[in-house]
């Protein structure tokens, strides 16, 4: 039941349609997840505990929220 959000190539001989609207949101999100990538703490995930990842994930959310 999934749908194609990626757009097709251009010299494609059948174009298939897709939603430019989602497309810009999983682009959006595409690039959150490399901003946090940047962290190392985060990518590594040196916290043992789930909670603790959790907090310091928040942090780093925040801290891209804010700049």
Known sequence: GATAVIPPRRNRVVQR???RH?????????????????FRRITTRYEK????YLSFLNLVCTYIWIT
Not at 49 to 52: E, F, V
């Open 22 to 38: 989602l497309y810009k949101e999983r682009n959006l999100v595409e690039r959150f997840f490399n901003r946090i990538k940047q």
């Open 49 to 52: 505990l789930a909670r603790n």
């Open 17 to 19: 349609s897709y939603d």
